[in-house]
């Protein structure tokens, strides 16, 4: 069975400081992608980055890059230069097979809330 | 970008009644469609997979009768809340997946529903 592990229930950080937040997971199927989603109090799922199992390189979207480490299974989601506007709920997730149904669904970790102070 | 839109974004209802939630992909056809459903500070629930013309897919311990799923076309699909109880009050979730795309999928910006 997939899963998704998010260690950190809440983190804070000063702005312009970079953060790092927490993602391991783990399945049997070997393509396999890794998302991150970013949900602010309006409750909307905001899409920031992508990694597929295969991809050589880590993946960055802007300030947001995505830090493989495919022998650990781990995932974790770095933003550079936090901004007030960067306060919002977290999460990671995988889009793997579930068990033995053949089929592909996105499998969510239980949310990290960043805090970005002034 | 895709753009993926839910109707009602909220809902009060009464106990017993029952409630419908449009999803529609407004830019592009999606012939995949999934529920998800997310109770306060907790993560997101996948309910079920709808395809266009085709039954629902449902997740373990999702009730099929309860939670009626219809994909009708390739831009809309629609969740039912049959017999709503004060426990179905949660903050309920589509996304859809274009059908060119490998892996994206595109969230809609949520329905609350509560029930009294």
């Known amino acids: 069975a997939q899963k998704i592990t998010q260690t950190q229930p809440g983190m804070f950080v000063q702005e312009k400081e970079a953060v790092t937040l927490d993602c391991t997971y783990d399945t049997s199927d070997p393509s396999y992608g890794l998302f991150w989603y970013k949900q602010p109090s309006s409750g909307e799922m905001i899409f920031l980055i992508y990694?597929?199992?295969?991809?050589?390189q880590n993946a960055t979207e802007g300030r947001y890059s995505l830090n493989f480490q495919k022998a650990r299974k781990s995932a974790n989601l770095v933003i550079s230069a936090s901004q007030l506007g960067d306060s919002a709920m977290y999460f990671c997730a995988m889009r793997a097979l579930l068990g033995d149904t053949g089929r592909r669904a996105l499998t969510f970790g239980s949310g990290t809330r960043l805090q970005v102070q002034p | 970008g895709a753009v993926v839109s839910q109707h009602p974004s909220w809902v009060i209802c009464k106990s017993g009644t029952s409630v419908k939630i449009e999803c529609r992909s407004l830019?592009?056809?999606?012939?995949?469609m999934f529920w998800y459903r997310q109770f306060p500070k907790q993560s997101l629930m996948l309910m079920a997979t709808?395809?266009?013309?085709?039954?629902?897919?449902?997740e373990q311990g999702v009730e099929k009768d309860k939670f009626l799923i219809n994909h009708a076309s390739l831009t809309l699909s629609t969740l039912t809340v049959t017999s709503a109880h004060p426990e179905d009050s949660s903050f309920y979730i589509c996304s859809a997946r274009p059908s060119r795309e490998i892996y994206e999928q595109y969230f809609g910006p949520g329905t609350r529903l509560t029930v009294t």
């Open positions: 990694q597929g199992s295969y991809d050589q």
């Open positions: 709808s395809n266009e013309g085709s039954k629902a897919t449902y």
């Open positions: 830019d592009f056809q999606a012939t995949t």
